[in-house]
Structure formats: structure tokens, C-alpha cells
């Protein structure tokens, strides 16, 4: 079928968005009408260079829809079912699948840029377009595996659910999933864009005591006081470390670092207590380092830890995640800036570069 989608072609250069070829869902595949989708850094990332992903790629990994069709050997999605897609596809039978960590799976050989066979379905002038993770949903259709595509209520609105799909996904569930903040705790959250409101979120629904946001816009750390930070540190105006530390007497039980930054990530390590844990979700460009003191470890039995998509077991969490916000317990509204056309993406893009936006949307009428 034909569709319209936004088409990456080099790094530094803007989508384009236009008319490509979308193949049938083939065995164990989903097609989907997208309804919205979130516009995310992880994106951004592959749009400025900085991860690799072979070009030209149809971009978005974060986003909600409905099923129009399956392919052959289906058996837990239907057409009319409500998803939101889930960018680590899992295959279900790998070390990680069985012991509970599906967003580790490494079951999979082919590449993340196209279907599990290795692939694609999109397709333009008989040239072949990549898949981002496997998700690809700025577009108005998109197949994806059947693990993808996770079921969720009917009364969730689906412009609500894609960011569900990453942002709030990411930032809770490295609260609640990696970090398990106990009640009590003193948690700061360093970068609060989509993903860093969603871990001070998180860190609030796990009953922590201080939330301390760190950024280096105002406009953020206003966000993150209504996503429920008790204290508000703006890293342009000294050391934040040094301040956080101040604040609660050695510093936080955990850090969490939701930028992707070498600096930032010493920091979350830094602005642990002693025993802390520093979580990092921030994902670096792909050749960046970081500068640990070694004895330190040791010596300060403080924990470094990764964080990916929340540690999440996407078809238990994404729709859990839909539950707590239909009873009030999740906000996701207040995360919405602006709602764009697939059209004007690149627009969206620019505002979320220059830190205008908590999170802005596309949507697909
Ligand atoms: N100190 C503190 N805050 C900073 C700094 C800094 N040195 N540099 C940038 N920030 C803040 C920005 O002001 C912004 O509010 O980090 C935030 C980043 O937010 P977004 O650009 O909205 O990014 P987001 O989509 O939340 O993703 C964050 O998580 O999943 C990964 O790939 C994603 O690496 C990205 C990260
Ligand atoms: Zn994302």
C-alpha cells in the first residue's frame, strides 16, 4: 500500500516526508494504523549523526495505533485491537525472554533496522527504507513484529498511549523497575525532558521523600515541580553536585540520569550518598566515555546502573502503565506541549533541539 511517512536520508539533513511503499505483514507480523506517535531525543540522535542506523530509515519508535491486519501465524493481536508499540521486539525463547528481561533479548540476529527475517517492508522507487528499531511509526501505517505490538484497553486514548511507548515507559520504569526506590528515599533526576518527568514521576508514585530536579532550563524545572520534584536545581548556576549534595546532607540514595551526557553521568555517580545508586537512562552519543574514580567504588560502595526502556516487561507494563493513568495515578496530559502534523515534523524536531516542549506529539487523522 501506498502511505506517507518521514524518510531520513543523511544525518543534519530534515525528514522527508513523503509517499513510500508499505509491503503486507508477512509471518508473525502486525500492520498497524497509526494514530499518534511521540516525538522523542532518541530520534534525534540518529537525525544529528550520533548513533548509527543505515539511511535511508523511516524514524519514530514511540507511538500507539490500531491493528488493521495480521499476518499468518498471529495469535495474540487481532485486527481492531488498540497497541502501542513496543521498539524492543522481543523473540521470546532467549536467556533474557525466559528469565524475565525481554528488553535484553538477544534472540534476534538480524538488525534492529528492519523485520525479524531481516527484511524490510518499506520500500520506495524499488529502493529499499529501514525500519527504526523496528517501530518506524512516523508513518501512517507500519508492520511490525507480533511482540511489538502490545494490546492495551480500548478506553485509553491512543494520543496518550504512544508516549507510553518511551518516554513514560523509560523514565517510571527506571524508577520502579531498575532503581525499586523505596519509600523514603531521596532520589535526584538530572535532565527533564519526556523522559527525566516521567522518572520523577516514577520516583513519586514509589513513595520517595525529596525529588530533586536538575536542569538547565527554568521552564523544565517547572515541568518537573508538577510531576511532583520537591526541590529544583538549575545546573547552569554552579555545581550541581556540590548543591545536591548540600542539600540532603551526602547526597541522594538515587541518581538518575536521563540526558546522555559523559558530564552528566560522573555527576549522577558524584550526587550519590554513600551506598547510593546512580541510574543511567540517558543514552551518550555511541563513542563517548566515562571518567569513574576507581578507587572510589569501593572505597564509597556506591552502584552504577544502566536503565533500557525502563527495564521493562513491555506486555505487562505498557498496559499497567495505560491502567494506572486511566485511574488517575499517571500523569500524561500534563506531558503534552503541542500535538504537530506528520508534515511538520521537522518543525517539532527544532522546538524539541531548542528545549521549548516537555514532549510534543504527532497525530494522524
Ligand atoms: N545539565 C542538566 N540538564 C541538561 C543538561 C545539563 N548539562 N544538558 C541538557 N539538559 C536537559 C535539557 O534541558 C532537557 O530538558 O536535559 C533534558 C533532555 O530532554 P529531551 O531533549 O526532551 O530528551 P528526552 O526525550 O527526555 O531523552 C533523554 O533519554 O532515552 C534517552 O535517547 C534519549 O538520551 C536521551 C535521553
Ligand atoms: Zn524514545
Known amino acids: 500500500m501506498e502511505i506517507k511517512a518521514a524518510v531520513l536520508y543523511e544525518p543534519n539533513r530534515p525528514l522527508v516526508v513523503e509517499t513510500v511503499q508499505l509491503d503486507d505483514p508477512s509471518d508473525g507480523e502486525v500492520l498497524v494504523r497509526m494514530a499518534a506517535a511521540g516525538v522523542c531525543h532518541s530520534d534525534y540522535h540518529v537525525m544529528k549523526g550520533e548513533w548509527s542506523l543505515p539511511l535511508p530509515a523511516v524514524l519514530g519508535h514511540e507511538g500507539a495505533g490500531i491493528v488493521e491486519k495480521v499476518g499468518p501465524g498471529v495469535g495474540r493481536v487481532r485486527p481492531g485491537d488498540h497497541v502501542i508499540l513496543n521498539f524492543r521486539a522481543n523473540c521470546g525463547r532467549c536467556h ?61 486514548p491512543l494520543d496518550k498511549a504512544c508516549l507510553i511507548g518511551c518516554a513514560v515507559m523509560t523514565g517510571v520504569g527506571a524508577a520502579t ?6 519509600p523514603g528515599a531521596n532520589v535526584a533526576v538530572i535532565g527533564c525532558g519526556g523522559v527525566g518527568l516521567n522518572a520523577v514521576q516514577g520516583a513519586a508514585l514509589s513513595g520517595a521523600d525529596r525529588i530533586i530536579a536538575v536542569d538547565v532550563l527554568d521552564n523544565k524545572l517547572e515541568y518537573a515541580r508538577q510531576f511532583g520534584a520537591t526541590d529544583l536545581v538549575n545546573a547552569g548556576n554552579g555545581d550541581a553536585v556540590a548543591r545536591v549534595t548540600q542539600m540532603t546532607g551526602g547526597g541522594v540514595d538515587y541518581a538518575i540520569e536521563a540526558i546522555g551526557r559523559s558530564s552528566t553521568i560522573q555527576q ?24 569513574i574514580n576507581a578507587l572510589s567504588l569501593p572505597r564509597t560502595e556506591r552502584a552504577i546502573v544502566g536503565s533500557y526502556y525502563g527495564s521493562a516487561r513491555p506486555w505487562v507494563d505498557l498496559p499497567k502503565l495505560a491502567d494506572l493513568y486511566m485511574n488517575g495515578r499517571l500523569m500524561i496530559d500534563e506531558l503534552i506541549s503541542r500535538s504537530y502534523k506528520l508534515e511538520d515534523i521537522n518543525t517539532a524536531y527544532d522546538a524539541l533541539g531548542a528545549g521549548e516542549v516537555a514532549r510534543s506529539i504527532i497525530e494522524f487523522s
Do not use: K, W
Open 96 to 156: 533474557h525472554c525466559v528469565v524475565g528481561r525481554p528488553v535484553l533479548c538477544d534472540g534476534i540476529e538480524t538488525p534492529r533496522s528492519g523485520l525479524f527475517d531481516g527484511t524490510v517492508r518499506l520500500h520506495r522507487d524499488g529502493n529499499d527504507i529501514n525500519h527504526m528499531a523496528r517501530t518506524a511509526c512516523f508513518a501512517e501505517y507500519t508492520v511490525v513484529p507480533e511482540s511489538g505490538a502490545v494490546p492495551v484497553r480500548q478506553d485509553m
Open 177 to 182: 523497575n531498575t532503581a525499586r526506590i523505596q
Open 268 to 291: 549522577a555517580y558524584e550526587m550519590c550518598r554513600l551506598g547510593g545508586l546512580a541510574v543511567i537512562v540517558g543514552m551518550a552519543p555511541e563513542h563517548d566515555t566515562i571518567e
